[in-house]
């Protein structure tokens, strides 16, 4: 890039942006280069006792809620944690590796160096996302190998981790990570034969030094004005309230609760959506916003509730008078609800599944169930009992609601499905044939930045199966072509120009000259929208989405040249992996027509796409169909989850042409009975 190019686009960052984040970065990184974090740290840790006074599900209403079943689930996933491995991101078992490449090089070196590798790889397992498993497993069996194994492993990172020292402290959001599940683990396994009193120290003075180092770079937090702030936040608050009696206690706890609030107040916008612009995301914040109300009705008082497993432990009620729980006010408590209802509305209730949008990268930071990662009814179900008082119908995916204490939230509506709440006119923009046959198409006024090259993305689902495919993230950090390239509206539902991207890629994290997609019109079984993303070559692109019959399903996208030059037009579709057949394209009664047919878990996908244009006979048209990167590396993949990509069908139809061109894609589907 040339330097008239950067400075082009710093100026656009600096206006899309704004200067208070831009100003909030240079700042960070001031501090960086003049070594002012490593002058001003202090890794001495604090002599104060572990005071967390979290309510814990009774054993009784826990192994209800499991089943035998369910019981034998948690087990399993225990005993393979116990034995030395996890499921980084929801995918297979990989080692608990907790020693970091570089243990001595201060975390501010590390921070203006890159990583050799994807650095997730490194901080996953050092989350103590794991620890969750555990301690359900504990609190259900009363196992001692589970809080032996917790300990075991704390230690291990103890030993390999010095305070400030190496890539796990180099993410101030990591570092919060870790603090509120080392925070949850010690209340968990307080109780257990295995949490010796020099056990229960070291592991507050570990919470006390990752809550300093939190403190610091909470100016870089600000700047992302992401996860990152909402994470530090809960971390702070969360450390005020285990720690009582720090000295620091009281600072955290007013840092934390001011960080808190605004978030939850300004990362949320007017129709529930999280600021990232991602469901993964959209239920980390949920699940923040879990935990903090769960943690801020600890009140002084409030006793472990666990029969069966020893309960004469000291201490467990500190005095948290000094420390208020304000953070939730009413504008607060309307955008979490607002929130709520987002995620409820796009939840597939056969499957538990949701539109894979924007950055996945498999944060899941309370694993509190059995369910797999790509299940959001657990979250679901706990956040709309919780902020709608509404809840689903039950099911195995209740027991997180246990774990944040609202399965008894007094509800305004039982038993509501997503069906119930897909109202035209309300976002997400969501469009409900049947039970089983439902759309979303992605529109969204962009008030941040965005994630996803993903305007006018339709996900369209039948029977609990995903028929058109978002394509997801698969690796950040990974060497090109795979250095998170699946951003781009090239991989997603919709069309393209000229193989150009709808935004402007300045790095591997932002968009620039952003536009939005905004909804037209809301009738009856139809939903149209449009976006000027390629107004600079002169064209628009309109789409309406129909459903004709829950198995019938048209989607019209008009694009107007408004300069009548030439122009690559590209329809993309990414579909399940499966036997297909494609057809020839044939002119009838004056329009290009092709067929397709793609066998699906409960039928059969006829997919049939027409050409519109003024003058059929002077367009030029060609169709490529990628399987697994067999004709491009980067196409022909759907990755459900972080570092996992599977094999899926990208279908794409291209034409040339000078005039107005339309295509209209017809789903028909069938099922095998």
């Known amino acids: 890039m040339s330097l008239s190019q950067r400075i082009v686009t710093a100026l656009k960052a600096l206006r899309e942006l704004g200067p208070t984040q831009v100003g909030l970065l240079a700042l960070y990184k001031l501090g960086l280069k003049s070594g002012h974090y490593r002058r001003s740290e202090n890794t001495q840790a604090q002599t104060t006792p572990f005071n967390f006074p979290l309510p814990l599900p009774e054993r009784e209403k826990l192994l209800s809620s499991l089943g035998a079943g ?31 490449p570089s243990p001595q090089t201060h975390w501010t ?37 589970y809080p032996a194994a917790f300990w075991r492993y704390f230690e291990t990172f103890q030993a390999e981790n010095p305070p400030f020292l190496g890539e796990n402290w180099t993410s101030a959001q990591e570092v919060g990570l870790r603090l509120i599940a080392l925070a949850w683990a010690g209340a968990v396994f307080r109780q257990s034969e295995q949490t010796t009193p020099v056990r229960l120290a070291t592991l507050a003075a570990a919470i006390g030094l990752h809550a300093s180092r939190i403190v610091p770079t909470v100016v870089y937090a600000r700047a992302q004005n992401n996860n990152h702030l909402l994470a530090e936040a809960a ?13 620091q206690s009281a600072s955290w706890h007013q840092t934390g609760q001011k960080w808190l609030a605004w978030c939850f107040k300004h990362q949320i916008d007017s129709s529930g959506e999280y600021i990232q612009h991602s469901t993964n995301y959209h239920r980390l914040m949920l699940q923040t916003a879990l935990w903090i109300k769960l943690v801020s009705g600890a009140k002084k008082g409030v006793r472990y509730q666990v029969s069966g497993i020893r309960s ?29 209802h987002w995620l409820f509305c796009l939840l597939d209730f056969e499957s ?8 996945n990268d498999g944060a899941y930071i309370f694993p509190l169930t059995n369910q797999p990662i790509e299940d959001y009814r657990p979250v679901v179900q706990a956040a709309a009992r ?7 119908p039950p099911g195995a995916w209740d027991e997180m609601s246990l774990w944040f204490n609202v399965e008894n939230q007094r509800l305004k509506v039982e038993a509501a499905t997503p069906s119930d709440l897909r109202i035209l006119g309300i976002y997400p923009t969501t469009l409900q044939a049947s039970e089983q046959s439902w759309a979303y198409l992605r529109t969204i006024r962009l008030r941040s930045r965005p994630g996803h090259a993903d305007l006018l993305n339709l996900d369209l689902w039948w029977h609990g199966q995903n028929i058109t495919l978002d394509p997801g993230t698969f690796q950040y950090n990974a060497p090109p072509p795979w250095d998170n390239p699946l951003t781009s509206a090239l991989h997603h539902n919709t069309v393209t120009v000229d193989g150009l991207d709808q935004f402007t890629r300045a790095g591997r994290f932002l968009y620039l000259d952003r536009v939005d997609a905004l909804r037209v019109k809301s009738a009856s079984g139809s939903i149209s929208a449009r976006h000027y ?6 064209v628009r692109h309109a789409r ?3 459903a004709l019959t829950p198995d019938h399903w048209r989607i019209e996208d008009e694009l107007l040249n408004l300069r009548n030059k030439p122009h690559t037009y590209r329809l993309h579709w990414l579909l399940p992996d499966g036997e297909y057949a494609l057809g020839e394209w044939k002119m009838v009664n004056g329009e290009w027509l092709m067929d397709f047919s793609l066998k699906l878990a409960q039928g059969w996908l006829k997919l049939k796409i027409t050409i519109l244009a003024i003058q059929p006979s002077n367009i030029k048209l060609s169709t490529t169909i990628a399987r697994a990167g067999d004709i491009d590396p980067l196409r022909g993949w759907f990755s459900p989850t972080y570092t996992v990509k599977v094999p899926a069908l990208s279908l794409a139809v291209e034409v040339q042409s000078a005039e107005n061109v339309g295509f209209v894609s017809e789903f028909f589907l069938t099922d095998d009975k």
């Open 312 to 340: 004469d432990s000291s201490n467990l009620t500190p005095d948290t008078s000094h420390l208020t729980h304000s953070y939730l006010t009413p504008i607060v408590r309307e955008n979490l609800s607002l929130a709520a």
């Open 352 to 359: 538990g599944k949701v539109p894979n949008l924007g950055p």
């Open 386 to 392: 919780a902020f709608l008082g509404y809840s689903l």
């Open 109 to 145: 070196k590390l921070e203006t160096r890159p990583h050799p590798t994807d650095i997730k790889h490194v901080w996953e397992p050092a989350r103590f996302g794991w620890a969750f498993h555990l301690g359900r497993a504990w609190l259900a069996t009363g196992d001692e190998a």
């Open 544 to 546: 309406i989405v129909t």
């Open 533 to 538: 993303a390629y107004s600079r070559l002169g």
């Open 70 to 100: 369910g019981l034998s689930v948690l087990r399993q996933a225990a005993d393979e944690i116990a034995s030395g491995q996890f499921r980084a991101f929801g995918g297979p078992p990989v080692p608990i590796q907790l020693a970091p």
């Open 235 to 247: 971390a702070l608050y969360t450390a005020a309230l285990a720690l009582p009696d720090h000295p």
